[in-house]
């Protein structure tokens, strides 16, 4: 598939002119994210450094308030981080104004969440139109991709379907099309499987591993051990830190290793 959205040149310039938006390589070089409320400041991540490659599938794993959320906002340019570097293609991110960080979000990335946040009062097609209305695509083309995203996820005789009328995987398939609506190389999905029982979640993954087949970049957020086993490699944070990233043999060995080292406090 080719994306039809542009991203800014300053993103694209390393692919050339001509050439389709490439998948981004993400790297995070000792980011740190604290989030501060009047005196108060929570250190949400501490010294990451990771690198996640086009086409890859990686799952982030760890307990509630590990930072996990944290890290997907700021992959998914939805937040910046506080310390260290982020490059998406090359690209420093935090020299990104707003604008460019929304150009980028919509070119490159879609986002699936666990709350699957659709409108209630809108058909299915009408929610996954949403960002090709942000995007300027035109009113028949966007009822166009809709439809045919909502056919990749298996909703085509959905499509005329509000939320309230649909279960919550088909609610959850309606956020996957939305997601891919605007054909990104990376899908970013934060506990896409919460919210649901284990027949649909087999589905929702079965679907993202053919969003992976087809090439594009998958991060998959999740506290369900079962669910990231099946990642091509597995990220793993606690308390904002990565403890461990890597193939199941890297993981071996960091769990051998680590069952040697003391834990430090709180860990
Ligand atoms: P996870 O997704 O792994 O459950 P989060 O990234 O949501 O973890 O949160 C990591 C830590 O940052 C937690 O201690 C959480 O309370 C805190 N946190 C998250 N978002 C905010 C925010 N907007 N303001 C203040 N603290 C936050
Ligand atoms: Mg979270």
Redesign the pocket.
Known sequence: MTATVQPPVDVQAPYGPSAPPALPVIELVDVGKV?R?GSLE?T?LSDVSLRIEEGEFVAVT??????????MHILGCLDVPTAGVFRLAGHDVQALDEDQLADVRNAFIGFVFQQFNLLAYLPAWRNVELPLIYASVRPAERRRRSLAALATVGLADRAEHKPGELSGGQQQRVAIARALVTEPGMILADEPTGNLDSVSSADVLELLYELHRDGRTVVLITHEPDVARRAERLIQIRD?RVWAVGDEEAERQADADTADIDQPAGA
């Open positions: 989030y409320s929570v949400a760890g307990p509630s308030g590990s930072g996990k959320s944290t890290l904002g």
